[in-house]
């Protein structure tokens, strides 16, 4: 009798061990459909002053905010250094894919090596420019910036699904000179992308003038009805000119121009000139063009026609 109480008890804790296990995977199983894989890349919209040819940046960390929680990305492989001025038109430069719970993220928030503006001599600082003429200097940050930088735009972790992400690094607003100091400080402006549903802007000016030494064409970019005349105002201290503007470009000796991962829309465009760099005046505004997402929109300007 003992040993079939025996033999009993045994093919108890086998069947209680077998649902154990089987429970644990099942858990497994579950947490495994609650990941999804984010894929990481960074882009920049070019600078447009300073002569400068380098925008160095490093990243150091990135942080993500699911639920009203930041996290950290534990799977980033850093410190990352990027000339940003060599991702334009549409290049860009992949920081990592990572798995990470499913859900909506709010807010992505990038740390940097950057020095903070007034602390001692920085030789080898981990953000800095380059000139044309080959000098460099640092970029420094506001004092208490070391708790990173937001990125704009929210996006879904699919369950057992892939997202791709760009974020995009305007150059143009981020990179600002201090008062009349001479040294350039860092406020970046980065917005997120979602790949898939973003569509791009191949444009042409046509009939530029190629005899006024020195003057050059810009095409700034709007939503719709975000433009008004002020934007080209002489802008505050430590701010850019036409400061809402989503990304502007250089328009190269051949009227081309190029605005990439851009969210489907309603986009206008500024057309400006500068003379030697520096800007001149706004010639046209052209409006109402439409991106849709993985479709390339051609837009060809008449500068003569413009007003």
Known sequence: MRQ???FAFLFTLIGITALLITSCQKDSDLNETKQGTLH????????????ITGVFITFTGIEYNQDETWMVLEEFDGPMTLNLLELTDGISAQMGSFELPAGTITQLRFMLEAPEMGYGSHTNPGCYLEFGDGTTQPLFVPSGAQ???KAVGEFIIPAQGDIYITADFDVRKSVVVAGNSGKFILKP????????RSGEIDGTLLNMD?????????VYIYD??????SEADEPAEEEPRFPNAISSKLVDEDGKFMFAFLPEGIYELV????????????IGIIEDIEVIRNETTVVEIDITGLE
């Open 4 to 6: 079939l109480r025996n």
């Open 271 to 282: 057309v400006v000139t500068a003379i030697d760099g520096d800007f001149s005046e706004v």
């Open 210 to 218: 190629d005899e006024t030494e020195g003057l050059g064409y810009l």
């Open 189 to 196: 402006t980065i917005r997120l992308v979602v790949e898939d």
């Open 224 to 229: 719709a009805d975000a433009y008004d005349e």
């Open 147 to 149: 708790t990173g930088y």
């Open 40 to 51: 990481l890349s960074i882009t920049d919209a070019p600078i447009d002053a300073y002569d």
